[in-house]
């Protein structure tokens, strides 16, 4: 890793170098985040078993990393069998009434960077004073990290705070355009409704559902709100978020965000002020911070 006095022109793996082989969807991730990191890919190892990634150099003991879809034998072999067996179906369909997969390779994406993040807390260990790490990161496992939290919701004693229901965003203006509103505020909802000449009953009952919809993946609003925002145009409803200090996004495809990828790293680095980097056999490691670039550029 780059020392303090060198990390603002050297990225902190400059000095090292990683094998990676194993189910492309989450190795590619892998490359991608070690590579902007500085790292240099040495290609697959020759005799590394399948699922393996390696990174070694700068005075630092290899450290190792498996990554795969599931244990062998479990029948999880793809995005879509992780997806179906940790929930992540179920829990993406609910606005829809059915299990629905991900377009997005969601779990292969989580596998891969909870890999990079082993691997360089393995080598903030080492420069701390303890030995080479081998950690293993599953898909299956990441995607029962990614529904967790309804996953505790399911299992609790009280019930939600909303019904889980089918329905939910996103909205169709007049033109067709698919958007999601955003708020926290019950008074910027209400008057952003207002302003569109929505029923006070449909208004007062679509409130908590939207509240919570992020907590239940579902927000059964009544269906009038819908049918409100496709009787106006975009720039009217942009026009009564404004107003009403509500916030209106409009959704865009996978290809259109896939066009503003730069090539950038999603994330900055800067030193900490203050003391010197921990002591230990390596104290090369620079103390540094990481925040996300302009544009959302965050992982995942």
């Keep these: 890793m780059a020392s303090p006095a060198t990390t603002q022109t050297v990225r902190p793996l400059d000095t090292m170098g990683f094998h990676a082989s194993?189910?492309?969807q989450i190795t590619d991730v892998v490359a991608e985040h070690l590579r902007l990191l500085g790292a240099r890919s040495d290609g697959p190892a020759a005799d590394a078993p399948p699922g393996r990634v390696t990174l070694c150099g700068g005075g630092f003991e290899p450290g190792h990393a498996t990554v795969t879809w599931a244990e062998p034998g479990s029948g999880l072999v793809d995005k879509a069998t992780v997806q179906a067996a940790t929930g992540m179906m179920a829990v993406h369909g609910r606005?829809?009434?059915s299990p629905r997969g991900l377009a997005a390779d969601y779990a292969a994406t989580a596998t891969g960077i909870l890999a990079v993040q082993g691997l360089l807390a393995g080598l903030v260990g080492q420069a701390r004073g303890t030995g080479p790490t081998h950690i293993t990161a599953g898909a299956d496992r990441a995607g029962l990290l990614a529904v967790s939290q309804y996953l505790a919701a399911a299992g609790a004693d009280e019930g939600e705070a909303a019904e889980l229901a089918p329905g939910g965003p996103p909205f169709t203006s007049a033109e067709g355009v698919l958007?999601?509103?955003e708020t926290l505020d019950p008074g910027a909802w209400a008057a952003f409704w207002r302003?569109?000449?929505?029923p006070a009953d449909a208004m007062r009952a679509g409130w908590r559902p939207f509240q919570f919809r992020y907590a239940?993946?579902?927000?059964p609003f009544p269906r009038a709100l819908h049918?409100?925002?496709r009787s106006h145009p975009l720039?009217?409803?942009?026009?009564?978020a404004a107003l009403s200090g509500a916030e209106v996004c409009v959704l865009r495809t996978l290809a259109e965000r896939a066009l503003e990828t730069d090539g950038a790293a999603p994330?900055?680095?800067?030193?900490l002020p203050g003391g010197p980097a921990p002591s230990g056999p390596r104290t090369t490691v620079s103390r540094t911070t990481v925040t996300p670039s302009p544009a959302g550029r965050w992982p995942g």
């Design 216 to 219: 239940t993946a579902c927000a």
């Design 235 to 240: 720039p009217r409803i942009r026009q009564a």
């Design 267 to 271: 994330w900055s680095l800067r030193p």
């Design 179 to 181: 958007f999601e509103l």
């Design 22 to 24: 194993g189910p492309p």
């Design 95 to 97: 606005r829809d009434g």
């Design 227 to 229: 049918s409100v925002t």
């Design 195 to 198: 302003a569109l000449g929505a």
